[in-house]
């Protein structure tokens, strides 16, 4: 029976089923390929109908549509070292395509997906925009909260800071990408102390029940 299940790709007993990470990858995909398309989607627009115009205020005090060309990292951060920022992201990107080679996860999937969508949506712009290959300035155009004067930001930023903030959430709970849980007390442990609590009961036993037994 033990071998039909294996070759039914049924689980075998005492083993948990695993979701299918065909369709984990799936999702990590559609998520990065969402994230993706509103970033290039939103940036052809801001750069097509707001560059060398004023700013445009969406509410005021709160959210201003405002086109910078920025050479630096997510949030204007280390403006003078664009081409670092390009090798950063492509090595990024080919990490998470690693990874995803062992994703079981729902949350990780969709994790990741937020990451590799941002992660490319910024690259695409390095890659292709002035002044030069592998050295453009990425198209921000989302200022909150002008009056704390906020670093301006795009989609696939926030993409990038969603799915780190997820990614820190999934870590702290213990949620592994291959699908299982990292609890306080290693399984191994937790045998262990059981093995030992059985010997314990046997050792308490009378001999005369021990021998009858």
Known sequence: MRSV???????????????????RIALLVAVAAVV??????????VVEFLEHEEPLTVVPGALVLTVIRNA??????????T???TVIALAVVVAI???????????????LGLLLGGAVGNLTDRIFRWPAPFQGHVVDFIQV???TRFPVFN???????????????????GYQIDGTRQTDEPVEDHARDHAEGEAGKQAGEPAGERADG
Request: hydrophobic share 50%; net charge positive; proline share 6%.
């Open 5 to 23: 299940q294996a070759a039914g790709g049924a689980p075998l007993s005492g083993e948990p089923a695993r979701p299918n990470r065909a369709r």
């Open 36 to 45: 993706y398309v509103l970033d290039q989607v939103s940036k052809f627009l």
């Open 72 to 81: 630096g990292a997510a949030f204007s951060i280390g403006t003078g070292m």
């Open 83 to 85: 081409i670092v920022f």
């Open 97 to 111: 395509v690693r990874t995803a080679r062992k994703l079981h996860s729902l949350p990780w999937a969709i994790t």
């Open 145 to 147: 909260f002008p009056v």
């Open 155 to 173: 989609l696939a930023d926030s993409g990038i800071v969603c799915g780190g903030v997820l990614a820190v959430f999934l870590a702290w709970r």
